[in-house]
């Protein structure tokens, strides 16, 4: 406990700015790492139940008839818990992965806003391009084996050495180039859609106060853009990243096959539950985020 104390001690950021770190960066760091494990626990069972929809082929008889056939196949056989399956893996990800992702656009913010704060639509959209992070990788093999009648990783620890000593570390960077284009174009739009509300908003007063239900209305609305915008890519990612990923040579390849097997729509699959985990997450996370800045800076006042 002593050591997230320090992180947020003002008498410590001395030490952070020898590594040319603002105490707005710091702050994105450490509240962006606490924000995503909260934001996770919540809506782990919807990204759970879209994984499993983008694992499920078109076949002539397909295992899921839709997302809520997917939520009583899997209670019925695991029970409610079997819908966290694979949490740990994603938990131990986000920490750091939000607070790398709000740390970053914090420190780019801080470079590329004008002496108001603001950011021009151009700033917005690259500050967000780059808060981008081998997490997925894991997740959706953990995910994808679960659905195999013998499982054969009995856990996070187990899942990760068992891909490492079968496949080398270029098992869990599987997909790679997908996930970077998803992860990207991910907080592009997302953060490029949340800065312009908010600045729409505010009318250019970047101190002007806006209410947490409209935050997370505005987190809604920047989470739905992105899942129209990057589905596609993210059914590809999570392909590729799955245990048939064998039968693709490449992302491209794997983009084409599904085109010539499956059709157009076979790239939106998953959107339902990945548009109702993404809004819930976004909105979460940006209302939790801003509350903890306005708690935090009633004891963490800016030198």
């Given at each position: 406990m002593s050591g997230a104390v320090n992180a947020t001690n003002p008498g410590s950021?001395?030490?952070?700015?020898?590594?040319g770190l603002s105490e707005n960066t710091v702050r994105g760091i450490t509240i962006g790492g606490l924000t995503g494990a909260i934001e996770i626990c919540i809506t782990f069972p919807t990204e759970y139940v879209k994984t499993q929809l983008q694992l499920d082929?078109?076949?002539?008889?397909p295992k899921y008839k839709g997302p809520i056939d997917c939520v009583k196949q899997t209670v019925r056989g695991h029970g409610f818990f079997g819908l966290y399956r694979g949490l740990s893996v994603l938990l131990y990800g986000s920490i750091p992965k939000s607070g790398a992702r709000f740390g970053t656009f914090e420190y780019l913010k801080g470079r590329a806003a004008d002496e108001n704060g603001n950011l021009s639509p151009v700033k917005r959209l690259l500050c967000g391009l780059g808060a981008v992070t081998p997490m997925e990788t894991i997740k959706v093999k953990l995910i994808h084996d679960q659905t195999l009648e013998k499982p054969k990783y009995r856990g996070f620890a187990h899942g990760v050495s068992t891909i490492v000593r079968t496949e080398g570390l270029k098992g869990i960077y599987q997909g790679l180039s997908a996930t970077i284009m998803k992860q990207g174009s991910n907080q592009a739009i997302r953060f490029f859609v949340m800065e312009t509300l908010k600045d729409w908003y505010r009318g250019g007063d970047n101190t002007k106060p806006i209410a947490k239900p409209l935050v997370g209305l505005m987190g809604a609305v920047a989470g739905a853009a992105s899942?129209?915008?990057?589905?596609?890519?993210?059914?590809?990612?999570?392909?590729?990243?799955?245990?048939?990923?064998?039968?693709y040579k490449n992302t491209l390849d794997?983009?084409?096959?599904?085109?010539?097997?499956?059709?157009?729509?076979?790239?939106?699959?998953?959107?339902?539950?990945?548009?109702s985990r993404v809004c819930l997450d976004v909105a979460i996370t940006f209302m939790i985020y801003d509350s903890i800045i306005e708690a935090l800076n009633k004891y963490w006042k800016k030198a």
């Open positions: 950021l001395s030490l952070w700015k020898r590594y082929e078109r076949s002539a008889q899942v129209y915008g990057n589905t596609p890519v993210d059914v590809v990612k999570t392909r590729m990243q799955g245990l048939d990923r064998h039968k794997c983009a084409l096959q599904i085109w010539r097997k499956e059709g157009f729509f076979a790239f939106y699959k998953g959107t339902v539950p990945r548009l």
